[in-house]
């Protein structure tokens, strides 16, 4: 008997859960795109983007995923012929750096795997080996949304001075702004992407860029530029349309006022940011109990390497278990799992044994540890091994807050 009757989870990393005030302030009739209340709120939208990233930056506002953004900084930052430093850690970092090579750009690719971190050690190495200093910019990806792996931004930014090296750093953000902690400014960052469905708690359909003084700069010359992907009319626009290349996305903007609200005004950042680290230690606590008695493993093994928004794992349990639990958690209980990404060779039985399971945004104690109980009533019905007290490990970690 199916249970999935009532509202339904998507417990995948992006679109996040919505908060119900975010889609009752979209709500709304549509206003003046030419003047008055819409310019004031686009400013304040801009500091408070700002003040989401700890950054003292310029900031630019594209209708688009990330995706878009990502081409959005290679157009701004890359001149055709360039040369970038990839800084691969999963299916994401992996994209980042074709779409790049796609559009021109020489790439120079370090792959770290799926299941580590950047090593700052080889970054510096293969900036110093760069002597005549072509490196134009050096690629990484904070927490990729496949691996889950949560990369040492500081540390990169550390290497490449080491190096005494001037590229720029560009980080995407997409899996991790508004989940894990990030510092434009005290890390180093040049250029930093987001985008509204994940953290943010907006529905799909804004990108974000941050740039700081030394990109902009250095974009001046770049002549991947096209009319609509130039960030500088974005990021000093003399009439109100240029913020957005024409039209203003004006109920995405109404939903983004009110979530940046709730994380700075109301919730905090740093609270925000203890939420989701123990969310996730739940959802890890969970995985560590059902693997003493299964095939089950989490991606990433150390935990300090593991972003705290999305946790990438295996379930085998007699092949393609990952794919048998997110069927019935769906069909029979109303949750959605993610799906795995980049873990295998596609069209391999093994791309059926993994999942991702996503704790980002706007969520709460109850959501973690309901979605958790659901996989394991999974695990029991389709008799997949799993170690016993999954989900009171979970509720431990939440109960010690």
């Known amino acids: 008997m199916s249970l999935a009757q009532g509202r339904p989870y998507l417990a995948i990393p992006g679109p996040s859960a919505m908060p119900d005030r975010v889609l009752a302030a979209m709500h709304r009739a549509a206003p003046n795109i030419y003047e ?15 003040r989401v990233a700890l950054s003292s930056s310029h900031v630019a506002i ?64 293969a900036l110093r080996a760069d002597t005549a200093q072509k490196i134009k910019v050096v690629l990484l990806t904070h927490v990729d949304t496949a691996t889950s792996v949560r990369n040492d931004v500081a540390a990169v930014r550390a290497a490449i001075d080491a190096a005494g090296h001037p590229a720029l750093l560009a980080v995407d953000c997409i899996a991790s702004l508004g989940c894990d902690a990030f510092r434009f400014d005290d890390w180093g960052v040049d250029v930093m992407v987001a985008a509204s469905q994940k953290g943010l708690m ?23 530029k096209t009319p609509y992907w130039d960030w500088a009319p974005r990021l000093n626009p003399e009439h109100y349309y240029e913020y957005f290349a024409g039209t203003a996305p004006t109920h995405h903007l109404f939903g983004l006022v009110e979530s940046l609200k709730m994380l700075l005004d109301e919730e905090g950042l740093a609270h925000v940011w203890a939420r989701h680290a123990t969310l996730a230690r739940a959802v890890w606590a969970a995985f560590d109990a059902w693997g003493q008695g299964g095939e089950i493993t989490m991606n990433i093994a150390d935990p300090a390497q593991r972003g705290h928004s999305v946790t990438a794992a ?66 029991i019905a389709l008799g997949i091994p799993h170690g016993a007290g999954g989900v009171a490990a979970a509720a431990a970690v939440c109960a010690q807050g």
């Open 36 to 50: 008055g209340d819409i310019v004031t709120m686009t400013r304040g939208i801009i500091a408070d983007l700002r």
């Open 62 to 125: 594209y209708i688009s995923n990330g995706h878009g953004v990502w081409e959005a900084a290679i157009a701004n930052l890359f001149s055709r012929g360039d040369r970038a430093l990839s800084l691969a850690t999963g299916r994401f970092g992996i994209n980042w750096a074709l779409h790049a090579g796609a559009m021109g750009v020489e790439v120079e690719t370090l792959d770290f795997g799926l299941k580590a971190p950047v090593d700052p050690a080889r970054v510096e190495a």
């Open 314 to 379: 295996r379930i085998g349990g007699g092949g393609g278990g990952a794919a048998r639990l997110r069927s019935w958690c769906e069909e029979e209980a109303g949750l959605t799992l993610g799906i795995g990404l980049g873990m295998a060779e596609p069209g391999t039985p093994e791309v059926a044994n993994y999942l991702r399971i996503a704790h980002m945004g706007h969520v709460n104690a109850h959501m973690t540890l309901g979605a958790l109980g659901v996989m394991e009533a999974g695990m």
């Open 202 to 224: 907006v529905p799909p359909g804004l990108g974000f860029v941050w740039v700081s003084d030394k990109a902009l700069e250095a974009s001046r010359t770049s002549d991947l």
